[in-house]
């Protein structure tokens, strides 16, 4: 069984940046493409980040130019670089996973969430 694990939340000032981590565990896991949502409370579930499996990255208009989603070379952590934090940044962050495990079925999962604050 996968567990997606994030970190790196936290609170930040306004012009802060924060780096989320979505790393696997419980097995191997090779990611193959990976989103980034944040929720805040009464709202549905927004996309911010994107990388599909031919290498595409794909941003939401309010953050492009802010943040960068990547993968780490060993294909099991997924990062969201966030730079110029706004306070409108504020939510807690899903990552959400699809990737191959050692028997070769491909399965997607999401991460806990992890709260970012940005606030002065």
């Known amino acids: 069984q996968v567990q997606l694990v994030e970190s790196g939340g936290g609170s930040v000032q306004p012009g802060g940046s924060l780096r989320l981590s979505c790393a696997a565990s419980?097995?191997?896991?090779?990611?193959?493409?990976a989103n980034w949502y944040r929720q805040t409370p009464g709202k549905e579930r927004e996309l911010v980040a994107a990388f599909t499996s031919d290498g595409t990255t794909n941003y939401a208009d309010s953050v492009k130019g802010r943040f960068t989603i990547s993968r780490n070379n060993a294909g099991n952590t997924v990062y969201l670089q966030m730079n110029s934090l706004k306070p409108e940044d504020t939510a807690v962050y899903f990552c959400?996973?699809?990737?191959?495990?050692?028997?070769?079925?491909?399965?997607?999962?999401w991460g806990q969430g992890t709260q970012v604050t940005v606030s002065s």
């Open positions: 959400n996973a699809r990737g191959l495990v050692p028997d070769g079925n491909e399965y997607s999962y």
């Open positions: 419980g097995t191997i896991f090779s990611i193959i493409a």
